[in-house]
């Protein structure tokens, strides 16, 4: 029982000598958590640029064939104002990212 317990503790000892031994590349472009959370947000803020438009026209389209349906109105108004709501939220977590960082005294 000694025998397996003495093996089993050096055995322990020894992993990350091997494991040292190996070189990982990292397959991201990115350094740091800091710098992927960054092009995440920035990645999500460039999607919103474009779907905001999209869903503005589609909203459009829903207000120019509504023929006067008080339903189909309300849709295209609800669109409407959703996408430019989401888009004002989007640029003001932005700008309140970057008052912080201001602040704070970040990069």
Do not use: H, W
Request: hydrophobic share 60%; net charge positive.
């Amino acid at each position: 029982m000694k025998k397996i317990f003495l093996t089993l503790i050096l055995t322990l000892l020894c992993l990350p000598l091997l494991t040292s031994a190996i070189e990982f590349q990292n397959p991201l472009e990115y350094e740091t958590f800091d710098e992927l959370v960054t092009a995440i947000i920035s990645f999500i803020f460039k999607i919103a640029v474009v779907v905001t438009p999209l869903m503005v026209m589609i909203g459009a389209f829903f207000l120019l064939t509504a023929a006067g349906d008080p339903k189909k109105v309300g849709t295209g108004k609800t669109i409407i104002s959703y996408a430019l709501i989401g888009l004002v939220i989007i640029m003001l977590a932005r700008a309140l990212i970057y008052m912080i960082e201001r602040v704070i005294g970040v990069k």
